[in-house]
């Protein structure tokens, strides 16, 4: 899979599987948290990372996602404990659904806790599991 097959698929496919977010996608409020969500899929050796840690360390793209990008976040949301309303954590939870599930085809999804009371408020993140077989990442 090469990520810009990745990014293409979720830039034409998203707002269709996932209806509920469309807004996540295409409305202005939300471009700056899409557009970091597409920036880490672009970069494949931060998706490799997202990947390996899902794969080896049960922890969720979307934790590994917001530590890496913590201080982007401080900044578009100008808080600096990196608050984020229910919406946009819900859309890049779908986000990281839509890469898992539908792109990389990942069959199996399980919701875990996850410690990220000080900066985000997130409590819950879902780890992906039973991959296929010959996953590739190329850039």
């Given amino acids: 899979m090469n990520v810009n097959n990745i990014v293409k698929i979720i830039e034409t496919q998203f707002s269709e599987t996932y209806t509920h977010f469309k807004e996540f996608q295409y409305k202005d409020e939300y471009r700056g948290y899409w557009d970091k969500c597409i920036e880490s899929v672009s970069d494949r050796d931060l998706i490799i990372n ?3 840690c899902n794969d080896i360390f049960a922890i969720p793209p979307v934790k590994t996602f917001l530590t890496y990008y913590r201080n982007d976040f401080i900044l578009l949301t ?5 608050r984020l309303d229910v919406f946009i954590k819900r859309g890049i939870g779908a986000f990281w659904g839509m890469v898992f599930k539908s792109v990389l085809e990942y069959r ?6 996850v410690s990220m009371n000080d900066f985000f408020l ?4 879902s780890v992906y599991g ?7 990442i190329e850039g």
């Fill in 108 to 113: 199996e999804q399980k919701s875990v806790s």
């Fill in 50 to 52: 997202i990947i390996f």
């Fill in 78 to 82: 100008g808080d600096k404990q990196a």
């Fill in 130 to 136: 039973d991959k296929p077989e010959n996953l590739i």
């Fill in 122 to 125: 997130v409590k819950t993140a």
